[in-house]
């Protein structure tokens, strides 16, 4: 089934196809995270999103070339630099390094490339001379390099494709030089800023002087390094439509002469009590603030997805207990699972054919993905699965393959959700040896000693029960 997915660009769902249709080869680039701080579980909503659009392209059979950029150099960092009386390099690392951990904690792919601004300065170098050369950029009185809007839409080029813009009320030949401004002020916007006292050692040559990038050119160059100059696929949060992505839609279609992307994909933002979650307003979590109450990655990760990507989501507390429960109830069936399909000492039965559960499971996982990411719809039919699943394993009419099914199905889905299930606990040696013990005192008809064998294994935490497919150990 053809995979559907909206396009900020064409504000439609449209079926997704990449450049070159026939390479099945996917080229995405996600605005990664600003390093100034931890991560909030809000940011997260749209990193957890981008690798559900990831792994949902890998489960149609394309190859992604996941690029997510790191932006280590931008204001609110050189302000926080400048607070720590710290270095540029150490203080973005600590923030990297979390976020790495985070991700994998969230069980999100690790993306194939992860750029970090301060070392593409040539490339954002070379862009820059190129929007020059063209005529679409300038120095200003300042030392710094702006993009120039009205030059730009004078070579017949649009301002305004992700967003509708006002540009009537554009105050013509204002500029701005912070990397983040709001939809009022359109404006000639810094390309790369003249060094200032402020900036401290934050700064590098140029043809233009010595400075700084700003942070949408950062995007500019290191997509385009990595991926082309037109390539498949871009998301991001949708607060970065504007200015961020129709900056960089600006820069690149003015340096290259090019279409930039594709398709865009914007995530909704997480909410707290009906308001963005940010650190501006102070009401956010960090993915640590929730562990140390005592949640797990993959928790947060399925609450992250429970919403649909287009609709803003309101965290809560009581949410994140729902997920919990969610995920048991998934953790129970598939442990039940594997001990039906593993079972020792009897022959792989044969499939039974009414058992048509993995089968209708994965097409209406699948239809629902295919239709703009139907999250609610791919989670029914995962319930709908425990549900039949667990009614079979009651009425014990799965045979060995018929779990073996099961499971594989699961693991499909599983690879698109990445919640996994919890691994059974593992039965240590000793356990073992005692249970095969006991297995040898029973043959023998030694029942004192298989008794008192069961006795120790319940002192030591396990039960063991005897089922006709052999011995079943629990953890107590
Ligand atoms: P930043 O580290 O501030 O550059 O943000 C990283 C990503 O998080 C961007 O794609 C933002 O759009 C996104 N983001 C920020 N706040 C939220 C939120 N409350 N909900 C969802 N995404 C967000
Ligand atoms: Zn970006």
């Known amino acids: ?245 129709e900056d960089e839609i600006a820069q690149s279609k003015g340096a290259t002469g090019r279409p930039f992307v594709k398709h865009w994909l914007h995530g909704s933002h997480l909410l707290v009590e009906g308001k963005k979650m940010s650190k501006s307003l102070g009401n956010y979590f960090t993915l640590r603030d929730l562990m140390a109450k005592g949640s797990t990655g ?14 803003t989501f309101n965290f809560t507390l009581d949410g994140l207990a729902g997920a919990k429960s969610a995920l048991g109830r998934i953790d129970e069936c598939v442990s039940k699972l594997r001990e039906a399909s593993g079972a020792p000492g009897t022959a792989p039965a044969s499939s039974s054919s009414e058992f048509t559960a993995p089968a209708k499971f994965l097409a209406d996982f699948s239809a629902a993905l295919s239709d703009d990411l139907n999250i609610s719809a791919a989670w029914a039919s995962v319930f709908e699965w425990v549900h039949e699943t667990n009614k079979r394993l009651a009425s014990s009419s799965l045979s060995i393959a018929d779990a073996a099914d099961a499971l594989a199905a699961w693991d499909k889905v599983d690879s698109v959700l990445g919640v996994g299930a919890k691994a059974d606990a593992e039965v240590p040696a000793e356990i073992l040896a005692l249970a095969e013990e006991r297995t040898a005192a029973k043959k023998a008809k030694d029942f004192k000693r298989s008794d008192a064998i069961r006795d120790e294994l319940k002192a030591k935490g396990w039960i063991i029960e005897d089922t006709p497919k052999g011995i079943k150990l629990k953890k107590i």
């Not at 149609?60 to 630099?81: A, C, F, L, P």
């Not at 993959?298 to 609709?311: G, K, M």
């Open 1 to 245: 089934m053809a995979l559907k997915l909206f396009n900020t660009l064409t504000r439609s769902v449209q079926e997704f196809t990449p450049l070159n249709p026939q390479s099945k080869k996917v080229g995405m680039y996600c605005c990664g995270p600003t390093v100034y701080d931890f991560a909030h579980i809000g940011n997260w909503r749209t990193f957890v999103f981008a690798d559900l659009v990831r792994r949902t392209l890998e489960f149609s059979g394309y190859t992604v070339q996941h690029v997510m950029n790191i932006t280590d150099v931008e204001d609110k960092i050189i302000k926080r630099v400048r607070e720590n009386k710290t270095t540029l390099r150490e203080f973005t690392g600590q923030f990297e390094t979390a976020f790495l951990d985070d991700l994998k904690a969230l069980g999100c792919r690790e993306p194939h490339q992860k750029p970090r601004a301060t070392e593409h300065i040539p490339e954002i170098i070379a862009l820059i001379e190129k929007l020059v050369a063209r005529g679409v950029a300038y120095k200003a009185a300042d030392g710094s390099v702006y993009f120039s809007i009205d030059k730009y839409r004078g070579c017949g080029c649009t301002y305004g494709q992700l967003l509708k813009l006002n540009l009537d009320e554009m105050r013509t030949g204002e500029r701005v030089a912070s990397d983040e401004y709001e939809k009022e002020s359109i404006a000639d916007f810094a390309l790369w800023k003249a060094r200032v006292p402020d900036d401290g050692d934050v700064f590098w040559p140029s043809p233009f002087g010595e400075g700084r990038p700003g942070w949408h050119i950062e995007c500019s160059a290191m997509s385009i390094k990595a991926l082309g100059e037109t390539f498949d696929l871009h998301l991001g949060g949708e607060d970065l439509k504007f200015p961020h992505h």
């Open 298 to 311: 993959r928790e947060v990760r399925y609450l992250l997805l429970t919403a649909h990507y287009r609709e």
